[in-house]
Nanobody, 122 residues
Framework: QVQLVESGGGLVQAGGSLTLSCAASGRTFSNYIMGWFRQAPGKEREFVAATRWSGIRTYYADSVKGRFTISKDNAKNTVYLQMNSLKPEDTAVYYC???????????????WGQGTQVTVST
């Protein structure tokens, strides 16, 4: 049974930083894409960042490029999202997701975590 468990969300002031973690278990993810998405109230779920377990290529939404960094620890089966220079518009529930196919930026991944709330205050 695949499980993706996010942690690290919270309340932070604008300009601050947070690091989200996604612990993955239940199968081998070596050929999977691991992604982070977010959903604000009343808005559609949107792509934030992604990486592949195998390889070093990373993908970012334009809105977070230069501020967010996705990374992984293969030994711990954990993916991270380092978020710097946070803005109030980054406020959302952040979801970790995993998928074996190549549609990186669309929210059609096979597996999803339960989400973790990130709130950025002014």
């Amino acid at each position: 049974q695949v499980q993706l468990v996010e942690s690290g969300g919270g309340l932070v002031q604008a300009g601050g930083s947070l690091t989200l973690s996604c612990a993955a278990s239940g199968r081998t993810f070596s050929n999977y894409i691991m992604g982070w998405f977010r959903q604000a109230p009343g808005k559609e779920r949107e792509f934030v960042a992604a990486t592949r377990w195998s390889g070093i290529r990373t993908y970012y939404a334009d809105s977070v490029k230069g501020r967010f960094t996705i990374s992984k620890d293969n030994a711990k089966n954990t993916v991270y999202l380092q978020m710097n220079s946070l803005k109030p518009e980054d406020t959302a529930v952040y979801y970790c997701a995993a998928d074996p196919s190549g549609l990186v930026t669309t929210p059609t991944y096979d597996y999803w975590g339960q989400g973790t709330q990130v709130t950025v205050s002014t």
